[in-house]
């Protein structure tokens, strides 16, 4: 681990090696043939990112990979029907995975879903926003259940939905509409 200098080719070899905190199983990088020191030191700062993100890799899934669980759970389970469960998949897809493809689960935020809704959904009627809402949430409670994170980021929110108008005639509407 660190910066070694090899006196016969005269570069340096630079190393990284950590153990995952759960699995215990070492991993390490090591880049060979580096000739300058600075450029050998900034190379290390490089395996010491690389080494880490792969260990969190090992253990916290992206955002795809609990979505693909997810929905594979919704559809053994049948709490839902196939209809429900196949758009769920197909309206998450669409539009969580353009923002949210990268990163890890435990790394999305309260602030990521709501400017989720606020800006990628602005156009969408508020029915929709709360459906998008509801299948975020079974996603971050079911990765909740799974212990891949500690809390559920996805906000309380309150949609005002439009009530539809239910025109209901008072004893002197009817007699008039009877008469008629």
Do not use: C
Not at 117 to 144: D, P, T, W
């Amino acid at each position: 681990m660190g910066i070694k200098f090899d006196n016969k080719t005269n570069t340096f070899t630079v190393s990284y090696s950590k153990r995952h905190t759960i699995t215990r199983q070492p991993v390490s990088r090591v880049r060979k043939g580096i000739k300058a020191k600075a450029e050998a030191k900034r190379t290390e700062a490089q395996l010491i990112i690389i080494v880490n993100e792969a260990i969190k890799r090992r253990s916290v899934p992206t955002w795809p990979v609990v979505l693909d669980n997810y929905i594979n759970d919704l559809s053994i389970e049948n709490v839902l029907t196939k209809d429900t469960v196949y758009k769920r998949d197909k309206v998450l897809r669409r539009h969580t995975l353009p923002l949210w493809e990268n990163k890890y689960i435990d790394e999305i935020t309260t602030q990521d879903i709501h400017s989720l809704l606020r800006e990628k959904l602005s156009e969408n009627s508020e029915s929709h926003r709360k459906f998008i809402l509801k299948g975020v949430r079974g996603a971050f409670n079911y990765a909740l259940g799974g212990g891949l994170i500690q809390r559920n980021p996805t906000p309380v929110i309150k949609f005002k939905v439009n009530e539809k108008i239910r025109a209901v005639l008072n004893e002197e509407q009817i007699l008039i509409l009877l008469r008629k």
